[in-house]
């Protein structure tokens, strides 16, 4: 009899255990006390959109092969396979770097996510600075579409500065809307102090892994954003409020290795040679940043090719 009862008494507890851990999980408790792990995958609501993917990919051993690590020169690099949530190749993946124009990605979702009802952005004369540019003209209106392909294929600093002074309450909230965004993200080593990723505006940087969470953010929420980061070419014609603007994407790996749909480009003499690139081929989809780089071009190709052998897939022929 006290064998049946001890047993009683455990599987009474056992059933207790299972309720509390079904009303706690429902109560969405759970993930603080069952999961400690930073790899997960939850939304909640922000200011800006009903929902977010908040992301944060472990950061354990890269992929295990027996394939030839690519030799780069920069100073910071990524590649994680969104497909099977895994890191196919990293280095220093958490140094902070300045990020040139790779800035520019948050600068499209803040854009994106607060677009004007008039879609009408009016280019001021404080817009028209220097750098990279795609032409615009004081008093020109523009919508956000063009704009944004003014900010991704020619990485246009004044586009990136008419969508910042046209938000509301004006460039300074922003760029403000910029931090708030990396910080909901869960990205504590990421800080903006302009939309362009130009210097001189103070500290400005980011890592290779806070920007794989950011192009991860954009790939998956914003279909004009990937439109405009995939296209080549893009001709806007005239109307009564612009001239016309013809832009090509200076994302250099877009027509001459199969599979890659953009991201973007970035340089300054500070931040070096930068590149995020999107690769979906072979049934993998792949993000790849590199941070300070002499040759971003090349190496890009051979940890693009690296990634794929790595994951048992031919890579494609290209230039």
Known sequence: ?????????????????????FFIYNNQLIKILYSPLPDFLTSFKNQQVSTINLWLPSLGNPIKTTIARP???ARS????????GQVLFASNPKEKLPIASLTKIMTAIIALENKKKDDRYLVGKKDLVGEDSMGLDENEVLSQKELLYG????????????????????????????NDKARSLGLSDTHFTNPTGLEGDGKQYSTTYDLLVVTR???????????????????IPQTSTHKSFYLENETNLLTS?????GV????????????????????????????????????????????????????????
């Open 264 to 319: 973007k480009t970035g340089y300054t003499p500070e931040a070096g040679l930068c590149l995020v690139t999107y690769l979906d081929f072979g049934g993998h989809k792949i993000i790849g940043i590199i941070l300070g780089s002499d040759n971003r071009r090349e190496e890009m190709k051979e940890l693009l090719d690296y990634s794929l052998k790595s994951l048992r897939v031919k890579p494609p022929a290209h230039g």
């Open 77 to 84: 690099v990524l590649l994680y396979d969104l497909t099977d």
């Open 151 to 178: 900010l991704i294929l020619h990485s246009g600093n004044d586009a990136a500065e008419t969508l910042a002074n046209n938000f509301q309450g004006g460039r300074d909230a922003f760029i403000r809307a910029m």
């Open 1 to 21: 009899m006290k064998k049946i009862a001890v047993f009683a008494f455990i599987f009474v507890c056992f059933i207790a255990v299972l309720i509390s851990g």
């Open 217 to 235: 953010y954009a790939i998956l929420n914003f279909p004009l954003f990937n439109e405009v980061v995939s296209t080549f070419d893009y001709a």
């Open 257 to 261: 290795y199969p599979g890659v749909k």
């Open 71 to 73: 030799v780069t020169t």
